[in-house]
């Protein structure tokens, strides 16, 4: 059997593989031994057929196709070619010819060979075992029934005899050493059987520190996750915030917008009460001057030298009366004057306070709003650059964490790989053990049908030892 196919790359299947390669060499072993059992028991079928040269059998021809052994050890073969056993009634005495087996050690056979020919047998045997044996007779069996027997044929049926025993002895030493091999197989099976099918214990530290960097993987995987997670939360707080900000923004403008209405509004108030004074400085202007042409034409029409008597009572002062009235006018102009004057002030003096205080708290709120608005500005720079360096992390983070699981999904590929290789393996062993105990089994039958058949033979033998000295007395007495 091969014991170098499916063996699996790399020192984890050369560590799987040692107790099994121990196991195969012993198994071959075990096979040689069982092969040189099988030899051994077809040897001593040949020796055994030999006693039967000068057998009684019955009137019947009896044909068996032999069968044909080979064994890889010691370049020896049993073979039985085309042999064939026949037993042909001649009166009393029969003929046997058994043709075509060899055994051998190295180069040597062993042969019977026989043929029939007008009522005589004629044998040859021939056979070299161990140091060599070799040995031969020749009968000739008449139709009349004479039997010669010379002293040779004598000391050949008791040689043939002796090796009888001494095989016999051979096969009960063999089926004690296959009772010692079956006990050395069975154990082997219980011993070696369960460890081979489940015994990974050699990768289990690699699996082991596998599992660990899985695990620390995962650790560091879960981690970054957390990071990210984290920085996504923080980028929406900021997110958040940086909306809020937006929208106080927005409302800062809007008011600032309101405040510039309302200047302009406050600038055409302020302008159309600088037109009004205007009109009303025209006016007083137009009013002094239609004063002073008044008087200057009271003055002209009374300055003339009229002396006129009249003879009534005294009338009034009409300069007097002028004077008055001109004091009462500049009176009442002065008057409205401070009025509109005092108006003007209170008016422009409380809206221009009013307007300046309000121009003051918006400038102030411009530029508390622009300082803020510049503020967030910076922070959301800050916040950009670095969401940006978080998405980059996070960007090697995932190449680096999809490296790392092609990586170990391709250790772990390799590693399923060679536990294949190593299943195959052991598939293929329990396949050639199967193969050999069924080969066990069939050569433990065919001993058994040996065993059977040399007992038939000695049975046979000793019939024809007693048939040769049933007729050897009759000669004698003759």
Known sequence: MSTGAGKPPGKL??????????????????????????????????????SLIPSTMSCSIKRTSSTSYRSGGGGGACGGGSGRSSSVSCRRYASSVIGGGSYGGGACGTVYGGGMSAGSLTGGFGGCMGGGFGGGFAGSFGAGGDLLLNGNEKVTMQNLNDRLASYLDKVRRLEEENAQLEHHIR?????????????????YQTIEQLQNQIIAATVDNNKMVLDIDNSKMTADDFRMKYENELVIRQTVEADINGLRNILDDLTRTRSS?????????????????????????????????VSVEVNAAPGQDLTKILNDLRNEYEQIIDKNRREVEQWYEVKVCSNASEVNRQVTSSSQDIQTSSH????????????????????????SLENSLAETESRYGLLLQQI???????????????CEMESQNQEYKMLLGIKTRLEQEIAQYRALLQEGQQDIVYVFCLQIRA
């Not at 004074?277 to 239609?290: F, G, M, Q, V």
């Not at 608005?373 to 720079?381: F, S």
């Open 13 to 50: 299947g050369c560590l799987q593989l040692t107790p099994t390669q121990q196991a195969i060499n012993a198994l071959s072993e075990d096979r040689a031994c069982t092969r040189t059992v099988s030899s051994k028991l077809a040897a001593g079928f040949v020796f055994g057929a030999a």
């Open 187 to 203: 154990e082997w099976y219980r011993k070696q059987a369960p460890s081979v099918s489940k015994d990974y214990s050699s990768y």
């Open 273 to 305: 009460l600088e037109s009004e004074l205007e009109s009303l400085k025209d006016e007083l202007i137009a009013l002094k001057r239609n004063h002073e042409e008044e008087m200057r034409q009271l003055q002209s029409q009374t300055g003339g030298d």
């Open 372 to 395: 803020q608005l510049t503020e967030l500005r910076r922070d959301m720079q800050n916040l950009e650059i670095e969401l940006q360096a978080q998405l980059s992390t996070k960007g």
């Open 416 to 430: 399923q790989g060679q536990i294949n290789c190593v299943e195959e393996e052991l598939a293929s062993i329990r």
